[in-house]
C-alpha cells in the first residue's frame, strides 16, 4: 500500500510539474487583458517603470530594507507598545 501511495504522488508531482508543461502558452493576466486594452484605447501605452525591481535581487533588497525598517521601529517603541501603562500582575499568594 505505501508503495502505491509513493508512486501515485511521484507521478502527481511529475505530472504537475512546471516545467513539463512549458509547451503551454502562459496564462494572460488582468494586467495584459483588461488594463493594457483599456490603456491603448485611451493612448496611454506601456513606459518602463522608474524602479526596475525585475534586475536581480533588488526586489528581495527592497523587501529585507522594510522588514529591517520596520523591526527598528517596533524595537525602538517596544516599551511604549507593550510595556508601559500595564499594571504588574499580582503573585499567586
Known amino acids: 500500500m505505501k508503495r502505491w ?5 511521484l507521478g502527481l508531482v511529475l505530472v504537475a510539474h512546471p516545467a513539463l508543461a512549458a ?3 502562459k496564462w494572460p ?5 483588461v488594463v493594457e486594452k483599456f490603456a491603448k484605447e485611451l493612448g496611454r501605452e506601456a ?10 535581487d533588488l526586489l528581495l533588497f ?3 530594507l522594510a ?13 511604549k507598545l507593550f510595556v508601559a501603562g500595564k499594571t504588574e500582575r499580582e503573585s499567586p499568594n
Open 5 to 9: 501511495l509513493v508512486a501515485l504522488s
Open 67 to 79: 522588514g529591517a525598517t520596520g523591526g527598528f521601529v517596533i524595537g525602538y517603541c517596544w516599551h
Open 47 to 56: 513606459r518602463e517603470p522608474y524602479i526596475n525591481t525585475d534586475q536581480g
Open 23 to 25: 509547451d503551454q502558452p
Open 62 to 64: 527592497l523587501f529585507a
Open 29 to 33: 493576466g488582468v494586467d495584459e487583458v
